[in-house]
């Protein structure tokens, strides 16, 4: 993304860091180390955006999380 990244580890959670993360505390902020996502688990790919990221469940679920996924910002991901 524009403002921050995202990893994929090999055990299926999401690590990301940058600036404007959108996680945990309901805030847009600096993450200069990475976090893990909270409630994302058995990931098998992961893509961010400018303002956002997603990420595939095993079973084919998709959740998305940051800006512009729903009129407002989420915070934690959601599934689509």
């Known amino acids: 993304g524009s403002t921050h990244t995202c990893a994929l580890l090999e055990a299926g959670d999401v690590q ?6 959108y996680i945990k505390d309901l805030a ?3 993450a200069p180390v990475p976090e893990v996502i909270p409630n994302l688990s058995n990931i098998t790919a992961v893509e ?3 303002y956002n990221s997603c990420a ?5 679920a998709v959740y998305c999380w940051g800006s512009l996924i729903t009129p407002t ?3 934690t991901p959601q599934l689509i």
């Open 16 to 21: 990301c860091w940058g600036s404007l993360l």
């Open 28 to 30: 847009a902020r600096p």
């Open 48 to 50: 961010v955006g400018h």
């Open 56 to 60: 595939i469940q095993s079973g084919g």
């Open 73 to 75: 910002v989420s915070y």
